[in-house]
């Protein structure tokens, strides 16, 4: 008997729960008892959910995230089954309809925490390859430009720039404020303006970051977001001005749903403030947004086959949709699988949770740093513009000096790598009071010599 595709994705589909619960040879564990009879966080449990080296203190999980626990155990469980049988993926890819599909899942997951739909996010490995799809996919021609600031990273300069070399658009830069160490003494005001001082006719794209990894400012980006959309007013569809934002260091921070922000394109990292595995990301882009780029990369996500079915008949491609975005290729998928995962445990803590103790922590930090002599912090006191990274100097010290002394003493820190580079604390739902006051003593014993 011939047995059809499709009803062979559904029996293969039906086999998923049978291979899993076989192949893991146990229940699922129960999620962790991260709340107290009060239903108040406790955060030493949070901080027990982490496998990390309990000989350092982490200041730094800003850059790659150790995986909690309920997200080691969704990979490993996974990777079980992946093992088990391979043609499990086979159905996640090509029969993404049906509602047990983990690619369905991981977007439903992401859109339940962003905010927005599931239908209007790309699935990427990480911001990088999300900033280069965006910038590499718009049409620009010569005498228009992308705008952006001396203020982004690497990654967000060399997208833009790789993109504009191809079609002899323009890439020019403005200061948000003044360089180098200007950020600390900035103000809304001050970077709005600026903003919209530089924005011209012919700008295509504004590029701005979220929260700068150089110096921990955290951007306006909502009220950015207006003056964008007030320089589009009587601009034709070909020349709208579109916002795309480097958001990696925001999400997962801020109790903030990422429609709300107003970018045309949102990118970021899910392996880092997100808590989730390594090599997860996704572009949240503005429905509308969505037909302006073009695809880069054959993507495998068919929630909508239509970009399928134009190369089976070799038709012309249909208007871009977010699913066409997603690159594709055999990827780590118990990864990108696990991703609701680490959702869940957001979730189970509260996002308004999350965002008041990083908040906390990181007040802690940048108050106690301010008050060392010798020290000057480069981050905003103000809570408007600060986020979860915490930005210094210490006088007649380099940062990586700096660094390697904290390094001595246990604690991890980084240094921003920037023309002008600082030391880079920044406190995560791991860390505790006791990891900020031992590392501002530490600090201070480095600065004062005590």
């Known amino acids: 008997m011939q047995l059809h595709r499709r009803s062979f994705l559904g029996l293969l589909a039906a086999g998923v729960a049978a291979g899993a619960a076989a192949t893991d040879g146990s229940a699922a564990p129960l999620p962790p008892r991260l709340r107290d009879a009060n239903g108040v966080v406790d955060w030493s449990a949070v901080r027990g959910q982490f496998a990390l080296d309990p000989a350092w203190i982490h200041l730094s999980s800003f850059f790659l995230v150790s995986h909690p626990r309920p997200v080691r155990d969704a990979i490993e469980a996974w990777r079980r089954r992946l093992d088990a049988n391979p043609l499990l993926l086979e159905s996640a890819l090509l029969d993404p309809v049906a509602d047990h599909h983990p690619l369905e899942r991981t977007k439903a997951a992401l859109a339940g925490y962003l905010g927005g739909r599931a239908e209007d996010l790309a699935l990427v490995p990480n911001t990088t390859t999300g900033l280069a799809l965006v910038y590499n996919g718009l049409s620009l021609r010569p005498g228009q430009e992308v705008l952006t600031t001396e203020h982004d990273h690497y990654s967000h300069h060399e997208s833009i720039r790789r993109a504009v070399e191809k079609t002899g658009a323009s890439l020019r830069f403005i200061a948000l404020h003044d360089m180098p160490r200007g950020a600390a003494t900035t103000s809304t005001a001050e970077l709005v303006a600026r903003l919209e001082r530089a924005i011209r006719p012919g700008t295509r794209a504004v590029g701005l970051t979220w929260v700068h990894s150089s110096t921990g400012l955290k951007l306006p980006i909502a009220e950015m977001a207006r003056v964008v959309a007030r320089a589009n007013a009587g601009r034709g569809a070909g020349d709208r001005c579109l ?208």
């Open 243 to 450: 916002l795309i934002v480097d958001g990696v260091h925001g999400v997962g921070v801020e109790d903030v749903d990422v429609p709300v922000l107003g970018a045309d394109f949102f990118v970021a990292g899910a392996h880092k403030w997100l808590l989730a595995p390594r090599g997860t990301g996704f572009i949240a882009g503005r429905a509308g947004a969505w037909p302006k780029l073009r695809p880069t990369v054959p993507s495998f996500d068919f929630s909508d086959r239509s970009i399928w079915d134009a190369w089976i008949h070799r038709t012309a491609a249909p208007p871009t949709r977010a699913s066409h975005v997603s690159p594709g290729g055999f990827i780590a998928f118990e990864h990108l699988f696990a991703v609701p995962d680490a959702i869940a445990f957001h979730h189970q803590l509260g996002r308004p949770q999350v965002a008041a103790r990083i908040a906390e922590l990181n007040h802690i930090l940048r108050a106690g740093l301010a008050a060392i002599p010798g020290v000057v912090v480069h981050t905003p006191q103000d809570p408007a513009l600060a986020a979860g990274i915490v930005a210094f100097e210490v006088d007649g010290f380099e940062p990586d000096e700096v660094v390697a002394r904290l390094h001595g003493r246990k604690i991890v820190a980084t240094s921003s790598p920037y023309a002008v580079s600082f030391v880079r604390l920044a406190a995560g739902v791991m860390n505790s009071y006791a990891d900020v006051d031992v590392a501002l003593a530490a600090v201070h014993s480095i600065a004062t010599g005590a």
